[in-house]
Structure formats: C-alpha cells, structure tokens
C-alpha cells in the first residue's frame, strides 16, 4: 500500500509540523504526490526515548480530505492529546514519531463469540467498536494494530479493553450485540529521536 519511501517522508513530515507546532510556527513540508489521492487514515504516535512509553497518538480512521492533511492535522493534534500534559518544544528531540497508515475499516459479520474472534488476527488486524445509545449518541473507541502486541494482550483481553475505552463494560463485547470493524495498518518509526525510520 505504501512504500518505504512514502513511509520514511510521513514520519519525516510529521516530526517537522510537531516540531513546528511546539514552537509556534508552521512547517513547509513536501508530500509525496501520491498522498494527495490518497483519502487513507492515519494515526501519529509519540513515545519516550528510550522507555517506549506512550506520549500521544492522535489520528483520523476515515478522514473526509486527503492524506497530506490528514497527517499534517494528526501531527499537529499528537502535540495536545487530552490525556497527556501538552508536548513542549524542549520534550520534542526527547520522544521517537511512529506514522500508522490505515485500509479502509471493514464490518466484521458475526453472530456468535467464536465467529468475532475468528476474524480477528492480532498484530495484524486494528479494532474499532462501535454501540448506538438513545438520542442518536454513539460510544466508539479504536486501537491500533500494533497495540495488542506491546501490550501482550490475547483476544478476550483486546476486546475488553477496547470497550472500556469506548465507556462500556468490560464484558460487553460478548453480548454480540457491538458493530466492529477491523483495519490494517503501514506502520513508520524512528528508533530514536530524529533517528532511522524503518518499517515495522
């Protein structure tokens, strides 16, 4: 879906508009041409050198604009994730860029627990729940497909965490009753800050 190429100038991109977006400017940066056609998700991750611990991971899984943009707003949007005290320009050479480029999230059929867990292959395959509530509110929560394997997580524990993060009930996901997609991602790192980016 993407070449190194592509995924080495993403992580480069998005490290110029943290950068920038940290010191209060804008960054001019060149984009592949090809993401310009390309209307894919994106997620930008941050994490501390060396610990590997997460500092912000903010993404778009089905941006209405293009991928250019779509990065460019992720990068800048990783520098003030809520759940994490803002990102400041002297902490930017201390955190590596990871750039996750996703497919198109695709329905999961189901009726049964074996039949959702059946299609579900961790470390490849990225989650998305959604459940409608009254009054047209809708839970929805994603990880992406890397986080499963860093965390060590078998199925059952991927599911249920996946739906406390989305404010549900850790055991809802065997009502049968939740709309999941799964996703697949291109994922660029650097391993280490402003360091080689390769892909994972």
Not at 11 to 28: C, F, L, Q, Y
Not at 49 to 75: E, K, V
């Amino acid at each position: 879906m993407v070449s190194l190429e592509e995924g080495i100038c993403a992580v480069r991109v998005a490290r110029e508009w943290i950068d920038a977006e940290t010191n209060g400017r804008s960054a001019e940066s060149k984009f592949p041409e090809s993401f310009e056609k390309m209307n894919n998700g994106v997620f930008v991750s941050l994490n501390e050198h060396p610990s590997g611990i997460l500092r912000g991971c903010i993404g778009y899984p089905q941006p209405p604009f293009d991928l250019a943009r779509a990065l460019t707003l992720s990068a800048r949007g990783v520098c003030y994730d809520e759940r994490f005290p803002r990102l400041r320009s002297t902490q930017v050479s201390r955190v590596t860029v990871e750039v996750t480029i996703l497919t198109v999230p695709q329905k999961i059929e189901y009726q049964t627990i074996d039949e959702l867990i059946s299609q579900i292959e961790i470390g490849k395959d990225g989650l998305i729940v959604r459940y409608a509530r009254n009054m047209g509110l809708v839970n929805s929560a994603l990880y992406l497909p890397q986080v499963p394997v860093e965390e060590g997580w078998d199925h059952k524990t991927y599911l249920s965490h996946l739906c406390m993060k989305a404010g549900l009930q850790e055991d809802a996901w065997r009502s049968c009753s939740l709309e999941f997609q799964k996703f697949q991602g291109e994922i660029f790192s650097e391993t280490s800050p402003c360091g080689e980016i390769v892909r994972r």
